[in-house]
């Protein structure tokens, strides 16, 4: 890297002659690249899915993310390697985006989709495959570059990541450089300088992360955090339920932002709730483990990086909970406070779910609002219930972004093949959490659109029309 950049009379590193060399890169493929053709972009956006799908590269990405990181468990990163990108390559291969995308004859408009330029793509330690090709795809699929920028703990990983995506392109005979990364070692100037240089980025990680791409000067999308609560209502299927919350919960050891952090039962199935929960893997602490629990997992206010996203037998050595905690496949600690003194209402990275009481309806939606005023908030929460009148007040009454009915939320949340959330592995939260976009990430963020407008027959309603109403209310005399 020092070789292509200078230093200045401080001895601190010039980047711009990195990046410069990156951009013009990005631009020269965007020129070669037929991005007016669907086929061809079509062609493109599947090598970026098969240059982690394919089942070897698969297994071998998810073994070096978890070597790199720490963070997570190979099993459940092979499958959101494939399974996601299977899923976001289904929902970009439906998509037309390039030319005319729409007309609209009665209101006299055509839409053309054109790409938004080079694309800084911040990615995330906890996905450094799986995050660094869904948002490639999604990119090329407007027709653009990307320019990768890797957590530096997850630098091996997306590196290697990336080389099978230019592999990838070359063999379907498409420009290498749509696809680039920064060069090691990958640092926060680096990155800003990258942000600064871009058309558009698209930031998945640390709310810092978001922060400085929002005030890099450069259009940005960003993402909140998690920290979700799903309520266990009265009328639930608790097995069914408890074993959703645990196979959601359990995957990548709670690596994902999707991942049900808090639950809140209804009292008048809080034991049985509790009973189901255990029979799906759940280990029910007792105070002083729960003492033990939160002395492990936070230090001087802090996540503990030594213990968050471990699997469950190394999570309860390092807390010291004992033989029986270490067969169990996740902790359940009970809990009354909510607040930002209270770190278990907080996100937990980490196979520990905080479990609330509460004694009626009303006071589980306030509990989960409480939760996501600590942290999530515009994110996302759950409930798993036979009353839909009970999940329709969670959406009209919370500021999130969706809300998930019987469903497993890590599942769920990004995308399913049983609901109708495109595939992503970024969650827009809306300006309640700072966002742009209150939305799943998907191919549509990065296109801009031109309006052909031609004249239509007159659409002119009568004054009594529009204002006929308020007259009548109010008269027309101040």
Same mark, same amino acid.
């Given at each position: 890297?020092?070789?292509?950049?200078?230093?200045?009379?401080?001895?601190?590193?010039?980047?711009?002659?990195?990046?410069?060399?990156?951009?013009?890169?990005?631009?020269?493929?965007?020129?070669?690249?037929?991005?007016?053709?669907?086929?061809?972009?079509?062609?493109?956006?599947?090598?970026?899915?098969?240059?982690?799908?394919?089942?070897?590269?698969?297994?071998?990405?998810?073994?070096?993310?978890?070597?790199?990181?720490?963070?997570?468990?190979?099993?459940?990163?092979?499958?959101?390697?494939?399974?996601?990108?299977?899923?976001?390559?289904?929902?970009?291969?439906?998509?037309?985006?390039?030319?005319?995308?729409?007309?609209?004859?009665?209101?006299?408009?055509?839409?053309?989709?054109?790409?938004?330029?080079?694309?800084?793509?911040?990615?995330?330690?906890?996905?450094?495959?799986?995050?660094?090709?869904?948002?490639?795809?999604?990119?090329?699929?407007?027709?653009?570059?990307?320019?990768?920028?890797?957590?530096?703990?997850?630098?091996?990983?997306?590196?290697?990541?990336?080389?099978?995506?230019?592999?990838?392109?070359?063999?379907?005979?498409?420009?290498?450089?749509? +696809?680039?990364?920064?060069?090691? %070692? *990958?640092?926060? @100037?680096?990155?800003?300088? &990258?942000?600064? $240089? /871009?058309?558009? #980025?698209?930031?998945?990680?640390?709310?810092?992360?978001?922060?400085?791409?929002?005030?890099?000067?450069?259009?940005?999308?960003? +993402?909140?955090?998690?920290?979700? %609560? *799903?309520?266990? @209502?009265?009328?639930?299927? &608790?097995?069914? $339920? /408890?074993?959703? #919350?645990?196979?959601?919960?359990?995957?990548?050891?709670?690596?994902?932002?999707?991942?049900?952090?808090?639950?809140?039962?209804?009292?008048?199935?809080?034991?049985?709730?509790?009973?189901?929960?255990?029979?799906?893997?759940?280990?029910? $602490?007792?105070?002083?483990?729960?003492?033990?629990?939160?002395?492990?997992?936070?230090?001087?206010?802090?996540?503990?990086?030594?213990?968050?996203?471990?699997?469950?037998?190394?999570?309860?050595?390092?807390?010291?909970?004992?033989?029986?905690?270490?067969?169990?496949?996740?902790?359940?600690?009970?809990?009354?406070?909510?607040?930002?003194?209270?770190?278990?209402?907080?996100?937990?990275?980490?196979?520990?779910?905080?479990?609330?009481?509460?004694?009626?309806?009303?006071?589980?939606?306030?509990?989960?609002?409480?939760?996501?005023?600590?942290?999530?908030?515009?994110?996302?929460?759950?409930?798993?219930?036979?009353?839909?009148?009970?999940?329709?007040?969670?959406?009209?009454?919370?500021?999130?972004?969706?809300?998930?009915?019987?469903?497993?939320?890590?599942?769920?949340?990004?995308?399913?093949?049983?609901?109708?959330?495109?595939?992503?592995?970024?969650?827009?939260?809306?300006?309640?959490?700072?966002?742009?976009?209150?939305?799943?990430?998907?191919?549509?963020?990065?296109?801009?659109?031109?309006?052909?407008?031609?004249?239509?027959?007159?659409?002119?309603?009568?004054?009594?029309?529009?204002?006929?109403?308020?007259?009548?209310?109010?008269?027309?005399?101040?």
């Amino acid at each position: 890297m020092n070789s292509l950049a200078e230093k200045d009379c401080s001895g601190k590193t010039d980047y711009s002659l990195i990046i410069v060399e990156l951009v013009a890169r990005a631009r020269a493929a965007m020129a070669e690249f037929q991005n007016d053709d669907q086929h061809k972009i079509d062609d493109a956006v599947t090598a970026l899915a098969w240059s982690i799908y394919e089942p070897g590269r698969a297994k071998e990405l998810a073994e070096l993310a978890v070597e790199d990181t720490g963070l997570g468990n190979v099993a459940s990163k092979i499958t959101k390697n494939t399974r996601k990108i299977f899923g976001t390559l289904r929902d970009l291969s439906r998509a037309k985006s390039t030319g005319i995308i729409e007309e609209l004859p009665e209101k006299g408009l055509v839409k053309y989709a054109k790409p938004v330029g080079v694309v800084a793509a911040v990615c995330p330690s906890t996905n450094p495959a799986a995050t660094p090709v869904n948002k490639a795809m999604m990119a090329v699929k407007g027709g653009n570059a990307v320019i990768i920028a890797p957590s530096p703990a997850g630098y091996r990983t997306t590196h290697q990541c990336v080389e099978y995506m230019r592999a990838e392109l070359k063999r379907c005979g498409q420009p290498v450089d749509l +696809v680039q990364i920064l060069p090691a %070692p *990958v640092s926060k @100037d680096l990155t800003q300088a &990258l942000m600064e $240089a /871009a058309d558009l #980025i698209v930031c998945t990680g640390s709310q810092n992360n978001v922060r400085r791409a929002y005030s890099s000067g450069t259009v940005a999308i960003g +993402v909140g955090a998690g920290n979700v %609560p *799903v309520i266990i @209502d009265s009328s639930a299927d &608790l097995d069914d $339920a /408890a074993a959703k #919350i645990c196979a959601s919960k359990i995957f990548d050891n709670s690596t994902s932002c999707s991942s049900e952090n808090s639950l809140v039962i209804l009292d008048e199935v809080y034991d049985e709730a509790l009973a189901a929960l255990q029979r799906a893997g759940g280990y029910r $602490a007792s105070a002083n483990e729960k003492e033990k629990i939160v002395n492990a997992l936070w230090v001087d206010g802090h996540l503990n990086r030594h213990v968050i996203a471990k699997d469950a037998d190394v999570f309860a050595q390092a807390a010291g909970l004992g033989e029986a905690a270490e067969s169990a496949r996740f902790f359940i600690v009970e809990h009354e406070g909510i607040g930002a003194e209270e770190p278990l209402s907080d996100e937990k990275l980490s196979l520990v779910l905080t479990v609330y009481r509460a004694g009626d309806f009303a006071e589980a939606k306030d509990k989960v609002r409480r939760i996501l005023d600590v942290k999530g908030i515009g994110h996302s929460c759950g409930i798993h219930t036979k009353n839909m009148v009970h999940a329709q007040e969670l959406a009209e009454e919370l500021d999130v972004v969706r809300v998930l009915v019987n469903q497993a939320h890590t599942f769920g949340n990004g995308g399913s093949f049983d609901n109708g959330l495109n595939f992503t592995l970024s969650m827009g939260c809306g300006t309640w959490a700072g966002n742009s976009i209150s939305e799943n990430l998907n191919y549509r963020n990065f296109i801009n659109i031109t309006h052909l407008v031609t004249t239509i027959p007159e659409d002119r309603p009568s004054e009594e029309a529009l204002f006929g109403r308020y007259w009548t209310k109010f008269g027309q005399n101040g």
